[in-house]
């Protein structure tokens, strides 16, 4: 009936259109915008404003006015997503871009600009990655990467192989540039066996003198 109040709406009118095949109200919101809303988003909540209250701040909510996470200062709250985490606007001072982030993508240092300092972070972990994590010329972070989702055995360096009819498996392992290879076997489980084996040869040496290096540097 008009008068009625469900949250911030109040039901002036039936709409003479129905709302997704629906009967729909005409409502105002107690900010003084009006909106069309369903019987049942009415009845059951899911509709309580014309939209204003995602763009309110709770009154005990995180105020992150002000701050610095990196190169991004908050500059406003900027209502919610649609997961309904709280968004903020903040300014890149790297290059004066204005765009909304996520509360918990500020806090656990996610972003740190809006976007545009991603090529020197790039180039910053190519260098340590060639220099400070690289032993005797081996990359030694590529030594420990996980396996590709594309694999047909699900083991990094195991493959199937197909021949004349007959499955079988085959390992490998790259050093510097050079492909080792194990024996054929008819097993996956053997394969496995024999990637370890290549790993405990060629790789754990790397691995060992990384984390001598690591130490030292402790």
């Given at each position: 009936?008009?008068?009625?109040?469900?949250?911030?709406?109040?039901?002036?009118?039936?709409?003479p259109e129905k709302l997704w095949n629906e009967a729909a109200y005409i409502c105002r919101c107690s900010c003084g915008e009006t909106t069309t809303a369903t019987k049942s988003q009415l009845l059951?909540?899911?509709?309580?404003?014309?939209?204003?209250l995602r763009k309110r701040t709770p009154a005990n909510a995180l105020d992150l006015t002000g701050q610095r996470f990196g190169g991004l200062e908050v500059i406003e709250r900027?209502?919610?997503?649609e997961r309904g985490q709280a968004l903020w606007m903040c300014k890149c001072h790297r290059c004066g871009t204005i765009r909304p982030f996520a509360t918990t993508i500020l806090r656990r240092g996610e972003a740190v600009s809006c976007g545009c300092s991603r090529p020197d972070q790039v180039r910053a972990a190519r260098?340590?990655?060639?220099?400070?994590?690289?032993?005797?010329?081996?990359?030694?972070?590529?030594?420990?990467?996980?396996?590709?989702?594309?694999?047909?055995?699900?083991?990094?360096?195991?493959?199937?192989?197909?021949?004349?009819?007959?499955?079988?498996?085959e390992a490998h392992i790259t050093v510097?540039?050079?492909r080792i290879w194990g024996p054929m076997r008819h097993t996956l489980a053997k394969a496995i066996a024999d990637r370890k084996a290549l790993e405990e040869q060629y790789h754990k040496p790397y691995l060992e003198k990384a984390k001598r290096k690591d130490d030292q540097d402790v």
């Open positions: 009936m008009p008068g009625q109040r469900f949250g911030e709406l109040e039901v002036i009118e039936i709409s059951t909540g899911r509709k309580k404003s014309c939209g204003c900027a209502g919610t997503n260098h340590v990655l060639m220099t400070d994590r690289t032993v005797d010329g081996v990359q030694v972070p590529l030594l420990t990467k996980k396996v590709r989702s594309d694999s047909g055995t699900g083991v990094k360096g195991v493959y199937r192989r197909l021949r004349n009819g007959v499955e079988y498996y510097k540039g050079k």
